[in-house]
């Protein structure tokens, strides 16, 4: 290829002098080249004549097709710098429910304010659904929520980047005659009725309240911590609910008090090699970027 692009050099000059002055070479350099060119396809591609190269048959029908390969490789270049240079460049994004109604939109916004070539595209899924995904190269990289007894099992290929922690909450009925403060011992609730979340959560709640000397009673199973609200408000039971999933929808009826509930870890996955992409690592700032904007709001 490198000789079809000097052979190329050389016919648009018309001459070996005026393609080795293109090329910033020597005369020789280039007459070798193309000699070894000619010996490679078998038959001369020019004939030298006193002031310059005239194209042989063969010559020409190379010509065509060197002209096509010097455009897709400047179409190339020209590709490659608008990714390197964030111009250009898509990024599946597979995020669970409540980061993706809190933490997402506005890194997707940061993103295409900063780097509007940049195509985020977002999927969402439940961090053991989302890490597959990673897995198999269907996500570039995945915002997945782990509590401290369940870490994430991940594999040599896969990196984790921690982002921040989602305080767990208790979420109350309004009319609830121990909504009226701002904190509560779990174990004051011993006698409720008790909506539970995923596996994950589950297990969480399960934990917690060993901890406090009593197992939940738990009624109701949903991962949409809008039903569970709802389930709460019309007093049918109480719950525990990450401070993500209450950012994004609270609702009116309930009350949302601290305990010692534990939180969960935020953190991205994406494949390790990855990190030198640079979609991949704006995506990884601005998510990131998110994270902490949320926990400063927490914390005001």
Do not use: N
């Not at 982002?163 to 009226?180: C, N, S, Y």
């Not at 390790?272 to 991949?280: K, M, N, Q, V």
Request: aromatic letters at 4%; glycine letters at 6%.
């Amino acid at each position: 290829m490198r000789r079809v692009l000097i052979f190329r050099t050389v016919a648009r000059a018309g001459s070996i002098a005026g393609g080795a002055r293109g090329l910033g070479w020597t005369q020789p350099a280039v007459s070798q080249h193309l000699r070894q060119l000619e010996r490679e396809v078998r038959c001369p591609l020019v004939i030298r004549q006193p002031r310059g190269v005239r194209l042989t048959e063969a010559g020409h029908a190379l010509l065509a097709h060197a002209d096509a390969l010097a455009a897709r490789l400047h179409s190339a270049e020209e590709e490659l710098a608008a990714l390197a240079t964030l111009r250009a460049g898509t990024v599946r994004l597979a995020a669970f429910p409540s980061a993706s109604a809190t933490l997402v939109p506005p890194a997707l916004a940061e993103l295409a304010t900063s780097h509007p070539g940049l195509d985020v595209q977002l999927m969402e899924a439940e961090p053991p659904e989302a890490l597959d995904r990673v897995r198999a190269g269907a996500a570039d990289m995945a915002v997945v929520f782990a509590y401290p007894e369940t870490e994430p099992l991940l594999t040599p290929e896969l990196t984790m980047r921690p982002i921040g922690e989602d305080p767990i909450k208790v979420v109350l009925p309004a009319e609830h005659p121990l909504a009226g403060g701002d904190r509560i011992e779990l174990s004051a609730l011993r006698e409720e009725r008790w909506v539970a979340g995923c596996a994950r959560c589950r297990e969480h709640l399960r934990r917690v309240c060993a901890r406090s000397g009593f197992q939940p009673d738990t009624r109701h199973t949903t991962d949409d911590y809008v039903v569970a609200q709802a389930l709460v408000a019309d007093g049918l039971a109480v719950t525990l609910l990450p401070q993500l999933a209450l950012r994004s929808y609270r609702h009116p009826k309930v009350a949302v008090l601290d305990a010692e509930a534990g939180s969960r870890q935020l953190m991205i996955i994406h494949h390790r090699e990855s990190t030198r992409t640079p979609a991949i690592a704006a995506s990884v700032a601005a998510i990131t970027a998110a994270a902490r904007c949320q926990s400063e709001r927490r914390a005001e």
